[in-house]
């Protein structure tokens, strides 16, 4: 049996009601793909995955994969995962949501969630675009483009997901894209195995929405523009900042040893005994 | 730690929730500083620690909600507290725990309103959005103490209501009730009646998270406990996914109601003052309660035969404790500290049986002895 049946077999739902909801040539299946294989390699057990999401297409995902799964309200994903990971610290807690999700109704408990370095980590699709609603510009669709809600152009500016989780305070940020999903598995294999808030930014394509109102072509199309814009962080040190002005940077963009939430929790625990024994 | 017996303790109300909570299990706690309910964070982030249980102070009350349902989803009671403008912040999330059926307990100290109100000073305007706060139609328990020994029974009794029904209880106080003292006798831990979910007893392969169990009350396996499963806020299954289907849908619906509505006398509590033989009833709730009791004693004392129905239960509502007093009563009184949202209901059931006061007051007193004694003895 090829490699890739076999995590199928091993980690998609049986019972679950397939189709999935998605596009065809969607990007988010290739990101699933990455998180199975990548989870697969970490070692982690099934039973101590507990898998959370936000709304949107992207947040579909957890449905479909044999693990704790939790599909919660629309930006508070991470909300519902602090809850979970506080409540039982031995739980491996992964996040999936979109743009959307994460840093517009959900910026605060992302910025949050990173500031206390919660041990999590978010997996954010980004497609720059509300998909699911019918493409909608989200915070991260680029200035002067086109939505269903921009239709004389985007005058807002976008966020930069990534550079936004490394300023909150996140242990660990990885930006990938759905054509490079070898090296995103990688990211994501990177981000689970590390202990603190980790981030991990997946640009991916929505051909149907963003693709189709911006004349950018279909999902192939969409990918090769991925595979066009896409700069590995080690290759920009080496660049001019005007060749880097319409790229944006893959690979691990920040890793560091940082105090972790639960840890710094437990020392509250034991003054808190202490302190009542005495 | 050691097992405390009886104990005589001075408490505010909001410390009795406390007590309560610890006693009744709770281990998890996420809350936003809000007036007046910011006593209830403040020790819980003093004693959870100290019980190896965790206490956060969260972004917002949305937060503060989402993350009490997630501790409770991995198997930990959990429990958020605030007043107003935070409950009306938490109303999405609660509602998924109502869909997804993830006990928890949601305190709400109630203070003067609409919006940021009067922050100091007590109402009882939450009661209608106790019942509807949160979109579609759904069931819900509320439970609004009166004393501060109730705040610590009704405490109790909201953790063991919302884990033997898998829905959230609110617990509505008004700022008199949970910023009083009282004299109050805390039983011993041992003493405690701790009810705990239902948990499978099927081997992972046959267990069906939503199963359409004869009580309603489907078996909650927690995370982690190798029951993998999906929860969702979308309508599913028996089996926790997704489903437009009319035909899974409406039984789905049906079960959520009818967990609640087939235990009503279960959920029910409250107390018959003096309502035997009275043909004029008070029905009240929370602080004002005490004035009606007070009121309908001195009622007595002038020959007037008024009674008092002390509703600690306002949601499901209690109609037969209604009916009950209707038996005698030719007028029903209902003070509250708003504009008549429980009397209302009072109304509903009544239908024309008996002539229905209200003594409305919204100007951040409290409701007097005095004002409930009038119309007594006017009608009297």
């Known amino acids: ?278 | 730690m050691k097992k405390r017996n009886h104990e005589e303790v001075l408490l505010q109300g909001n410390e009795a929730v406390v007590e309560g909570a610890l006693r009744a299990g709770c281990r998890f706690f996420a809350g936003y500083p809000i007036t007046p309910a910011t006593e209830i964070s403040e020790i819980l982030s003093v004693k959870l620690p100290a019980r190896k249980g965790t206490f956060i102070q969260m972004e917002d009350e949305i937060a503060s909600m989402g993350a009490i349902i997630g501790a409770s989803l991995a198997g930990v009671k959990s429990m958020t507290a605030t007043s107003g403008p935070g409950f009306s912040l938490m109303q999405e999330n609660l509602g998924f725990a109502v869909m997804a059926e993830v006990p928890c307990v949601v305190v709400d100290v109630m203070r003067g309103g609409p919006s940021t109100g009067l922050p100091t000073l007590p109402s009882q305007g939450d009661v209608m959005q106790a019942r509807w706060g949160t979109h579609g139609d759904h069931p819900v328990i509320v439970l609004a103490p009166s004393t501060v020994g109730e705040c610590f029974d009704l405490t109790v009794r909201a953790f063991n209501l919302s884990e033997r029904f898998r829905n959230p209880v609110i617990l509505l106080l008004d700022e008199v009730v949970a910023h009083m003292r009282e004299k109050v006798v805390l039983p011993g831990e041992e003493v405690v009646e701790i009810v705990n979910r239902p948990k499978p007893k099927v081997p992972p392969e046959w267990y069906i998270p939503y199963e359409n169990t004869p009580s309603g009350v489907p078996p909650m396996a927690d995370f982690g406990d190798g029951y993998r499963h999906h929860v969702t806020g979308l309508t599913h299954d028996v089996r926790g996914f997704p489903t437009e289907r009319p035909d899974e849908i409406g039984p789905f619906i049906a079960r959520l109601f009818r967990k609640i509505s087939q235990h009503m006398a279960e959920i029910h509590s409250g107390e018959f003052f003096l309502t035997d033989d009275a043909e004029i009833a008070v029905i009240a709730y929370g602080s004002v309660a005490r004035s009606a009791k007070r009121a309908v004693r001195e009622a007595r004392d002038l020959g007037i035969k008024a009674g008092l129905l002390k509703l600690n239960t306002l949601w499901p509502f209690m109609r037969a404790a209604v009916d009950k007093v209707l038996q005698s009563a030719r007028v029903l009184v209902v003070p509250e500290m708003n504009m008549g949202q429980i009397s209302r209901e009072v109304k509903r059931v009544n239908q024309g049986r008996a002539r229905v006061i209200g003594i409305n007051k919204l100007d951040g007193t409290m409701i007097t002895p005095e004002e409930i004694l009038k119309p007594l003895m006017e009608v009297s």
């Not at chain 1, 949107?56 to 919660?72: E, I, Q």
């Not at chain 1, 041990?119 to 510009?137: F, H, K, P, R, S």
Request: glycine content about 10%.
């Open chain 1, 1 to 278: 049996m090829a490699e890739i049946t076999k995590l199928i077999h091993k980690y998609l739902r049986h019972d679950k009601k397939f189709p999935h909801v998605w596009c065809p040539g969607c990007g988010i299946g290739i990101m699933l793909g990455a998180l199975i294989r990548a989870i697969d390699k970490t070692g982690f057990d099934k039973d101590e995955i507990v898998l959370v999401s936000g709304i949107g297409c992207a947040s579909r995902l957890p449905v479909y994969v044999d693990f704790n799964t939790l599909h919660t309200t629309h930006g508070r994903a991470l909300t519902f995962a602090t809850g979970v990971k506080l409540a039982k610290p031995g739980m491996k807690v992964i996040v999936v949501m979109g743009d959307g999700d994460a840093v517009a109704i959900g910026g605060n408990h992302f910025i949050h969630a990173a500031r206390r370095n919660i041990d999590l980590t978010a997996v954010i699709l980004n497609n720059a675009i509300y998909g699911m609603t019918g493409g909608q510009y989200s915070p991260t669709t680029p200035y002067g483009m086109r939505s269903t809600t921009t239709v004389y152009g985007n005058v807002e500016h976008a966020f930069k997901i990534s550079e936004l989780a490394v300023t909150a305070g996140a242990s660990f940020v990885a930006r990938g894209t759905v054509y490079h999903a070898n090296q995103l598995a990688g990211l994501m294999e990177k981000a689970f195995s590390k202990v603190g808030f980790s981030v991990v930014e997946v640009i991916s394509h929505c051909h149907t929405q963003y693709g189709k109102l911006n004349r950018m072509g279909g999902a192939v199309a969409m990918l090769e523009w991925q595979r066009d814009h896409a700069v590995p962080v080690e290759q920009a040190a080496r660049m001019t900042e005007e060749s880097l002005a319409d790229k944006f940077l893959t690979g691990v963009l920040a890793d560091r040893m940082l105090p972790v939430y639960q840890d710094e929790y437990d020392v509250v625990r034991a003054r808190a005994e202490e302190a009542e024994e005495g």
